[in-house]
């Protein structure tokens, strides 16, 4: 998980004597936009009142005691993870009539269950069944139901076996074996998209959360965006922003919106580059673990992403003969666009997507690579695809799917992430 912003602002909310301590808030009214919402869309206009939302949405209603059968009374080995709002347990339903099961049995689901009460993380759980009632897309997780009595909060989302990016490029230990270059590209692409289509004229979302571990992975590495608590409807009309209180997780927030609390979609696209650095590197975006100078992985790599004949400083040791230079050069041009500190000079999404996709086609294609091949020896370059001396043969399209199979890694057995 990343640092807090609330390390870093001071709280001003009346609201803020309940929170949970992931998040700041600088003022008071975060869960509906107060603009008025031009609605032209496919995505129905965002309800306004609690008894709307829960009306409106496409999701069943769960009662406290089906969701503790699915999940067996949630069972302390059946934790699939936590989070700032609480543990999420693995748990079974029928796949038709969505009524718990017995274990194995059915469909797997993930619960999350809220742990702390209070205004914010019922504003945070009302924001996740809202949008993600309305909201249907591959690369959004998708949220089956939720159970609401008394003071229990709980959301029900579809498994995703391979749990979050954060914990696949961060943990080491056998559970979590290092994305390869090809896995990376095509998780920062599905991604990519995802936030597309929060963004596009359809839906008109702001995600404001996005970080590793907010990115699922199923058992193909498709990857889903979670976590919707702190979406926002973006501007209409003429307006350029959404103007909220900051929230967030230190490390990915833009730094107009830090100052300003001045909300845009280009705020997302400077989290995805954080993120996009992340899986260039392999860490965290804040560790105050490194050597000093290092803490903030943006402003350590910045000045060696700008120039090609030093970006192998920051890459990820661990994905050595997986790239051409041009193609990490490239990935690390656009992570640096995103990162730009003038929002006016990031991408939008879908550029992103088409830069991505590019990357994926010459990274299949090996066509940068048979070309700089012989370039960089004529530079007397060290060739990325060659170490130690031995050649590391290409990755072809046949290589990339079949790293792509749920098989391709040990499946740990005693792993709840796994069924
Ligand atoms: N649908 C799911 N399927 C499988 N695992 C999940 C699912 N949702 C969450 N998890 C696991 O549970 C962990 C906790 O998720 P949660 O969203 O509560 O917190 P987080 O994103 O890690 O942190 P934060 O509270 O900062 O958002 C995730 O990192 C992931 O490993
Ligand atoms: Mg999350």
Not at 99 to 117: F, M, S, Y
Request: net charge positive; glycine share 8%.
């Amino acid at each position: 998980m990343g640092v807090c912003l609330s390390a870093q602002i001071k709280a001003e909310s009346p609201f803020n004597t309940v929170f949970n301590s992931k998040y700041v808030s600088t003022d008071g009214n975060d869960l509906g936009s107060t603009n008025d919402k031009v609605s032209a869309n496919s995505v129905p206009q965002t309800p306004r009142s609690e008894g709307e939302i829960l009306q409106s949405s496409n999701l069943k209603s769960f009662t406290l005691s089906e969701l503790k059968t699915a999940t067996r009374n949630f069972r302390p080995d059946s934790v699939l993870g936590e989070g700032g709002f609480g543990s999420v347990f693995k748990g079974w339903i029928d796949e038709n009539s969505l009524t718990a099961t017995k274990p194995g049995t059915g469909i797997v689901i993930a619960v999350k269950r809220l742990n702390q009460d209070g205004i914010q993380g019922h504003r945070e759980w009302l924001a996740e069944v809202n949008y993600l009632g309305q909201l249907s897309h591959p690369h959004l997780v998708r949220l089956i139901g939720f159970c609401l009595e008394d003071e229990h909060r709980l959301l029900v989302y579809e498994f995703m076996p391979r749990g979050s990016l954060e914990n696949h490029l961060f943990r080491r230990g056998s559970y979590f074996q290092p994305l390869s270059w090809s896995l990376r590209l095509k998780v920062a692409l599905d991604a990519a998209k995802g936030l597309a289509f929060l963004h596009s004229a359809e839906a008109k979302v702001i995600y404001r959360d996005f970080k590793t571990s907010n990115v699922l992975l199923d058992s193909k590495y498709n990857a889903k965006l979670s976590d919707f608590g702190l979406a926002k409807d973006g501007p209409t009309g003429d307006k350029s922003h959404v103007s909220t209180r900051v929230m967030g997780t230190y490390g990915y927030a833009a730094p107009e919106y830090l100052a300003t609390g001045h909300l845009t979609a280009k705020s997302d696209v400077y989290s995805f580059g954080v993120v996009l650095l992340e899986m260039l590197s392999g860490k965290r975006a804040v560790d105050k673990n490194r050597p000093s100078g290092q803490h903030n992985l943006v402003e350590w790599a910045k000045p060696f992403m700008a120039n090609k004949r030093k970006i192998f400083r920051v890459l990820d040791t661990r994905l050595q003969g997986q790239y051409s230079t041009d193609d990490a050069y490239k990935l690390a041009t656009l992570a640096l666009r995103c990162l730009s500190i003038e929002s006016k000079f990031r991408p939008n999404m879908d550029q992103v997507v088409t830069t991505l996709e590019q990357l994926q086609l010459s990274n299949v294609n090996g066509g940068p690579r048979v070309r700089r091949r012989s370039a960089d020896v004529n530079r007397g370059h060290q060739n990325p695809s060659s170490v130690n001396g031995s050649r590391v043969r290409r990755r072809s399209a046949d290589d990339i799917s079949r790293l792509e199979t749920p098989n391709a890694y040990p499946r740990p057995s005693a792993s709840p992430l796994y069924t």
